[in-house]
């Protein structure tokens, strides 16, 4: 049997498996964990995307890029922009942090999809 042209994306999930191996009704348990894990994985991206950088990291930024856009030197509408997304695991450390204005960080979110 090939996978692929049962599920579109060439590969099984660990709940198919379950299926294919216990039949549905162990499959719905098998979901019904999973969605489980899912939000909890929400839960603490949303947590860590709330943490506040500290006033000190951002004084250190703040120094460190001479208080405007690390982009275009603007000094408008000025924010702290992480260089990795605290989604995709990165921290709030000022290595992964510069300043941005409001028109750079956006071209940025925008490049980022
Ligand atoms: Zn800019």
Redesign the pocket.
Known sequence: MYAGTTTGRGWLSAEEVQALILGPRAATAQAGAERSVALNMDVAATASARIPIPDDVKLFIWRRDGG???????QAD?EFDHIIPLAMGGSNSARNLQI??????R?KGASLV
């Open positions: 405007r856009c690390v982009r275009c030197g603007s000025l941005l204005c409001a028109t750079c960080n071209a």
